[in-house]
T-cell receptor
Framework: ETGVTQTPRHLVMGMTNKKSLKCEQHLGHNAMYWYKQSAKKPLELMFV???????ENNSVPSRFSPECPNSSHLFLHLHTLQPEDSALYLCASSHGGTDTQYFGPGTRLTVL | GQQLNQSPQSMFIQEGEDVSMNCTSS?????WLWYKQDPGEGPVLLIALYKAGELTSNGRLTAQFGITRKDSFLNISASIPSDVGIYFC???????????FGKGTMLLVSP
């Protein structure tokens, strides 16, 4: 099994839908991250979880709701999104404190 | 917050040429990382640098952590078509802070 997996790889949703993105890491890491990658912008950190506790929330709108049930799994729950939320959503993990982050393949999200 | 300036934004080169790209920051970093991202995939870690002045190689790739701790460069020697992608630098200010990413350098290699 590869290090960090994400499902689905592609998602198209309407503005009234509710969907969830899933991330799983098989590296024994303690920290997990959600990033948003839009065209021509640097990666934007959204959320950080360390030992299942949320340690960072970079002013992300409440229509994005993270969940970390254990140190291997991370979810991003989506509801009432806007078209400008269309982007590649990347999950990453690392050993707590060393910050060498390993990324998943991403979920390409399109909001209609 | 801190910013990373990565240059060039894009490069179009011939196969076999050497490539150089760099990142500069307004803050001192303790760690520099270089990632490559292929289309439709997540970034893959290429090289990690943890000490000022450190020079590290990974095959045809070489990266250096600048002495001032505010810059880093990545060189690719004898480029090949599969080097195509977007290369990102990332820096970290302290041992427990999050990463700051550059905007990326898009590399295109002509056979």
């Amino acid at each position: 099994e590869t290090g960090v997996t994400q499902t689905p790889r592609h998602l198209v949703m309407g503005m009234t839908n509710k969907k969830s993105l899933k991330c799983e890491q098989h590296l024994g890491h303690n920290a997990m991250y959600w990033y948003k990658q839009s065209a021509k912008k640097p990666l934007e950190l959204m959320f950080v979880y360390n030992f299942k506790e949320q340690t960072e929330n970079n002013s992300v709108p409440s229509r994005f709701s993270p969940e970390c049930p254990n140190s291997s799994h991370l979810f991003l729950h989506l509801h009432t999104l806007q078209p400008e939320d269309s982007a590649l959503y990347l999950c990453a993990s690392s050993h707590g404190g060393t910050d060498t982050q390993y990324f998943g393949p991403g979920t390409r999200l399109t909001v209609l | 917050g801190q910013q990373l300036n990565q240059s060039p934004q894009s490069m179009f080169i011939q196969e076999g040429e050497d490539v150089s790209m760099n990142c500069t920051s307004s803050s001192i970093f303790n760690t520099w990382l270089w990632y490559k991202q292929d289309p439709g995939e997540g970034p893959v870690l290429l090289i990690a640098l943890y000490k000022a002045g450190e020079l590290t190689s990974n095959g045809r790739l070489t990266a250096q952590f600048g002495i001032t701790r505010k810059d880093s460069f990545l060189n690719i020697s004898a480029s090949i078509p599969s080097d195509v992608g977007i290369y990102f630098c990332a820096g970290q200010e302290t041992g427990y802070s999050t990463l700051t990413f550059g905007k990326g350098t898009m590399l295109l290699v002509s056979p």
